[in-house]
């Protein structure tokens, strides 16, 4: 080949800066995309040999170097893929991509390094010259008869190809690194972007230093390889020991046999992994496997509680691990990572337009060939393709926790504490996993039981069931004034309630009455419930959540019915006297336990309200915005009740008062700094007075 020295095929001398500035938010980057090139020519190379163009020869064994030059300040990518020939050189590296250069500089020279643009025109090489201000190619390709070829460009738009040197087929790529860049060509740097970007690349990738002196092991003789260069031949003579036999008498033992090993010079070890879990069929991976994959890759230490493995072929190619991490939600922030990959080389941690965005707090790997290794945010948002992998991957994680709670119910309810808030968050954020997971949610009751939502309710139908078939009358028709039908108002669809917990300690006192009538609550004491059984709400008519102090249920009251209208009127105007609040509501009931004396409700919907402020960080406003939405129920059994109603006038009654409404509001929420100093101090004085009064 004659001697060739000219122009890029670039119209604009405005491409290298660019590169060098917008082409990648990272610049250890360009690594993966020299290595990955690598793999490429390697996999190309192979196929050939498969389909009959080329034969390999008997001791090919594929691999790429990357040999670090701290002294010349120099990088080198080896492989032996297919290489290239002059032509091919002109073509991949001097034309750019068959040109756009020009479309690539108006279209990218203002974007900002949010948008990973290479990939477009075929620019995976040219980030070598993100660190580099001179880059050389050595290659020799495959076709019988081809010359070696060397190349070289100095960052500027002129290169020169002359005929090469090199004498096996392949490439080698040269960085000579700027100033800016000589961290690069440090081998602790070297072997860290390598694990970041390359670890389960396809070909075995191996990581030297120039110059360094070599270094050696000792193995024994018959594990010998071919490849293996012997320094030394050592031999070992038996090792014996004087020992006393069961007789009592010393005899001399072998301890040790003769061995012969050998002097080598240390075999070098991949830095990767050429098969990763994901890849295998999971009939082929057994627990162990998983959880020593789960640990190297993300140095998590904690068992995964399990595992789902993604193994699709069609309609598109994806195949991929996400672990259910165990996590304690009292300290950890609930943040996972999920790594993207394409055949094995890594593109991005957690792309929520590819990952569902609640599974980002799983931990795992995906594997999907279809997607570009390079490609903008803005593109995959607006890429029918890759919404379809974001619900498939919706959809197997769904059907894995629908069969765990068909088949594996035992465990599932052990998985839930810890699994619920990633199912819940789903469920909030994906309406179509949430009606898919609908009827296999669980929930632990005040029995420490898990049941799902269909078992809840079933009690609560049979129990309406019946109320219906004891006040079944005969159906009459409504007619207009002229005889015909009128139309019926339409109802809203009535709702069975499911009640609920938010603090068993706090809320014992209803629990327990609960308890003795036979009734059930679940235990929904998450931040995410208050906004996650609002959401189950609106897509399920026929059922509402109440906590367990909304309201006052007819089966905590008394069946004796007495009228309590004057009571009610009496102690109203007493409370609201006393406790200097117009807006509290105040009613009378006979109570099935007469030992409750009071019980303070708060309308779901006002509860609610306070929370989303909470959650809001609203708390700075007004704590009585919802006053009017509570409710304090006395109850006519309870002897302290009866005392205050015939006693009303009696000096001690305000402060029994009080004191009651304090008593309530504590089984309800927490008191004030202000109101728990009253409480205290009112409790004390009661003590006082009742051990005057027994003086």
Not at 280 to 306: G, H, I, Q
């Given at each position: 080949m004659a001697n060739k020295h000219g122009n890029l095929?670039?119209?604009?001398?405005?491409?290298?800066?660019?590169?060098?500035?917008?082409?990648?938010?990272?610049?250890?980057?360009?690594?993966?995309?020299?290595?990955?090139?690598?793999?490429?020519?390697?996999?190309?190379?192979?196929?050939?040999?498969?389909?009959?163009?080329?034969?390999?020869?008997?001791?090919?064994?594929p691999k790429i170097q990357v040999i670090i030059n701290p002294e010349e300040k120099t990088?080198?990518?080896?492989?032996?893929?297919?290489?290239?020939?002059?032509?091919?050189?002109?073509?991949?590296?001097?034309?750019?991509?068959?040109?756009?250069?020009?479309?690539?500089?108006e279209k990218y020279k203002d974007k900002s390094n949010d948008d990973q643009i290479i990939g477009h025109f075929g620019l995976g090489f040219y980030s070598a010259f993100m660190v580099a201000d001179e880059v050389t190619i050595d290659t020799l390709s495959y076709k019988e008869g081809a010359t070696p070829v060397h190349w070289s460009c100095d960052g500027g738009t002129e290169f020169d190809m002359v005929d090469g040197d090199m004498d096996e087929v392949g490439t080698e790529i040269t960085l000579f690194l700027n100033e800016d860049c000589l961290e690069f060509a440090n081998e602790y740097r070297a072997r860290e972007i390598i694990e970041k970007y390359c670890s389960f690349m396809p070909t075995e990738i191996y990581l030297s230093k120039a110059n360094a002196p070599e270094e050696y092991e000792t193995i024994d003789k018959e594990d010998k390889l071919d490849t293996d260069t012997v320094i030394e031949e050592i031999h070992e003579e038996a090792k014996t020991e004087e020992k006393e036999n069961e007789n009592g008498e010393k005899e001399v033992v072998e301890v040790s046999p003769v061995k012969d090993k050998l002097k080598i010079v240390k075999r070098p070890v991949p830095l990767n992994d050429t098969?990763?879990?994901?890849?295998?069929?999971?009939?082929?991976?057994?627990?162990?496997?998983?959880?020593?994959?789960?640990?190297?890759?993300?140095?998590?230490?904690?068992?995964?509680?399990?595992?789902?493995?993604?193994?699709?072929?069609?309609?598109?190619?994806?195949?991929?691990?996400?672990y259910f991490p165990k996590i304690n939600t009292e300290y950890d922030s609930i943040e996972g990572t999920i790594k993207l990959?394409?055949?094995?080389?890594?593109?991005?941690?957690?792309?929520?337009?590819?990952?569902?965005?609640?599974?980002?707090?799983?931990?795992?790997?995906?594997?999907?060939?279809?997607?570009?290794?390079?490609?903008?945010?803005?593109?995959?948002?607006?890429?029918?393709?890759?919404?379809?992998?974001?619900?498939?991957?919706?959809?197997?994680?769904?059907?894995?926790?629908?069969?765990?709670?068909?088949?594996?119910?035992?465990?599932?309810?052990?998985?839930?504490?810890?699994?619920?808030p990633f199912i819940k968050f789903g469920c909030l954020k994906d309406t179509k996993f949430c009606d898919k997971m609908n009827d296999y949610i669980l929930f632990k009751d005040i029995n420490d039981k898990y049941q799902t939502l269909p078992e809840l309710l079933v009690p609560v139908e049979e129990e309406k069931a019946e109320e219906n078939e004891e006040t079944t009358t005969e159906e009459t028709t409504v007619e207009n004034a002229d005889g015909t039908p009128a139309d019926e108002e339409e109802k809203e669809p009535e709702r069975s309630t499911v009640y609920y917990v938010t603090d068993k300690i706090q809320q014992g006192q209803y629990i327990s009455m609960f308890k003795e009538q036979g009734m059930n609550a679940v235990i929904l004491?998450?931040?995410?419930?208050?906004?996650?059984?609002?959401?189950?709400?609106?897509?399920?008519?026929?059922?509402?959540?109440?906590?367990?102090?909304?309201?006052?249920?007819?089966?905590?009251?008394?069946?004796?019915?007495q009228d309590l209208t004057e009571a009610t009127t009496t102690l109203s105007d007493l409370f609201k006297k006393t406790l200097n609040n117009d807006k509290l509501t105040v009613q009378v009931e006979s109570l099935k336990n007469a030992d409750v004396?009071?019980?303070?409700?708060?309308?779901?919907?006002?509860?609610?309200?306070?929370?989303?402020?909470?959650?809001?960080?609203?708390?700075?406003?007004?704590?009585?915005?919802?006053?009017?939405?509570?409710?304090l129920t006395l109850n006519a059994n309870n002897a302290l009740v009866k005392y205050i109603l015939e006693n009303k006038e009696s000096a001690h009654v305000p402060m029994f008062v009080e004191q009651l409404y304090d008593l309530a509001m504590l089984s309800n929420q927490p008191l004030s700094t202000d109101a728990m100093s009253k409480f205290i101090k009112r409790s004390n004085d009661i003590m006082l007075l009742l051990a005057n009064e027994n003086k």
């Open positions: 095929s670039i119209d604009s001398d405005n491409l290298f800066p660019i590169i060098k500035k917008w082409l990648y938010s990272d610049h250890d980057i360009f690594y993966r995309e020299l290595i990955s090139n690598g793999c490429d020519a390697i996999t190309k190379l192979k196929k050939l040999d498969m389909m009959g163009e080329y034969t390999l020869p008997a001791d090919y064994k990088l080198k990518f080896i492989d032996n893929g297919l290489g290239m020939t002059a032509d091919e050189v002109e073509e991949y590296i001097n034309q750019i991509a068959f040109s756009g250069a020009t479309d690539f500089i098969n990763p879990l994901w890849t295998k069929n999971p009939s082929e991976c057994t627990d162990e496997e998983y959880k020593e994959f789960y640990r190297k890759v993300f140095m998590d230490y904690k068992e995964p509680l399990f595992w789902i493995h993604l193994n699709m072929d069609y309609p598109f190619n994806l195949k991929g691990i996400l990959y394409n055949n094995q080389v890594f593109i991005a941690d957690n792309i929520k337009e590819v990952i569902p965005e609640f599974l980002m707090l799983l931990k795992g790997v995906i594997d999907c060939p279809d997607l570009p290794l390079n490609v903008s945010r803005s593109a995959l948002q607006n890429d029918g393709f890759v919404k379809k992998i974001s619900e498939y991957i919706t959809k197997k994680v769904a059907d894995k926790l629908i069969g765990m709670c068909k088949t594996e119910k035992e465990s599932y309810e052990k998985y839930w504490d810890d699994i619920s004491d998450h931040n995410i419930d208050t906004s996650f059984i609002t959401q189950l709400e609106q897509r399920n008519e026929h059922y509402q959540f109440k906590r367990i102090d909304a309201d006052l249920t007819d089966a905590l009251k008394s069946e004796d019915a004396a009071s019980i303070l409700t708060l309308s779901e919907q006002g509860r609610r309200m306070q929370d989303m402020m909470k959650m809001y960080s609203m708390g700075d406003m007004d704590p009585n915005m919802f006053a009017a939405d509570q409710t």
